[in-house]
């Protein structure tokens, strides 16, 4: 009899609600604090409320790990609804804990039964990963071939990011406050990429919004992804004409190329602010 397979992804691979229900798939939540206050990533607190809340606070809010006590609950629950075995598609175990507390909750449940997947990824390529896996799991492959075909996935995804708001790296200490305002006036906006390995890394600069706009629109032309197989998915913090432009362009290149979009990770957006924007897609 073939087992029956539940799929767990942290809630910073921003699945909207349908998706949630569609794949069946159980969010594990990351937290935003905002001093004493604490959120649930997107269920308890939206990015309207996130960018209020930040530009009434001198500090940056916090973010936080699901508490080894959630992620068991998680797991526990799947079992009680049915399922034989599960895999948890974490984000990137270089941005977080999260894949390490996984790991340890798996093993005070059934370290056999759960299996832990670090996508090297956040957001767009966590909420792909998390989706192939349970569209893989309806099709019937077993454990050991989802993991397979989402290893191999993890070689061919992209992010890039453009941040329009330096404040919120100023106050995490990111850069200096002069910086800050002198990148202000001068209109720098910092590119930001994800490394092979899960990790962030700077891929340039640009002066206004509009080139960075142009940056990731280039970025996406440069990947030569085809549009019979691969998807780009646009991300923002608040930033819906950016987005609008995103696309347009991205479609003058790829006319027929399914393109999704969806809000930026509060956790990441903890660091990039408001107004920030990103491109990300996986090479199927």
């Not at 001093?35 to 939206?46: H, R």
């Not at 009434?56 to 079992?79: D, H, M, R, V, W």
């Not at 340039?204 to 019979?228: C, E, M, S, Y």
Request: hydrophobic share 45%; with cysteine; proline share 4%.
């Amino acid at each position: 009899m073939q087992k029956k397979i539940a799929i767990v992804t942290d809630s910073t691979g921003c699945l909207s609600e349908d998706l949630v229900k569609k794949y069946q798939i159980y969010i594990n939540y990351l937290m935003i604090v905002f001093g004493t206050d604490s959120y649930q990533e997107f269920k308890e607190i939206s990015p309207n409320k996130f960018i209020e809340l930040s530009a009434t606070q001198k500090e940056l809010p916090s973010t936080s790990q699901p508490a080894i006590g959630s992620t068991i609950e998680i797991y526990k629950k799947a079992f009680a609804d049915g399922y034989d075995e599960i895999i948890h598609v974490t984000l990137s175990s270089v941005l977080s804990g999260t894949y390490a507390t996984a790991i340890s909750a798996a093993e005070m449940v059934d370290s056999e039964k759960i299996h832990v997947f670090d996508t090297k990824g956040i957001a767009y390529v966590q909420r792909a990963l998390a989706i192939e896996a349970a569209k893989l799991v309806k099709d019937g492959k077993s454990i050991d071939e989802i993991k397979v075909r989402l290893s191999q996935l993890t070689k061919n995804m992209t992010t890039f990011m453009a941040v329009n708001d330096l404040t919120n790296l100023r106050k995490g200490g990111r850069i200096s406050a002069f910086s800050a305002s002198l990148g202000s006036v001068l209109q720098v906006k910092p590119i930001i990429t994800m490394t092979p390995e899960g990790g962030l890394e700077p891929a340039g600069k640009v002066r206004t919004f509009k080139k960075a706009i142009a940056f990731l629109v280039n970025a996406a032309r440069d990947a030569h992804l085809n549009p019979a197989k691969d998807e780009i998915s646009i991300l923002h913090m608040e930033n819906p004409d950016a987005a609008a432009q995103i696309k347009a362009e991205v479609l003058k290149i790829y006319p027929n190329i399914k393109i999704s979009q969806a809000p930026l990770s509060l956790v990441v957006a903890v660091h990039s602010g408001p107004g920030a924007a990103a491109v990300a897609w996986i090479k199927k």
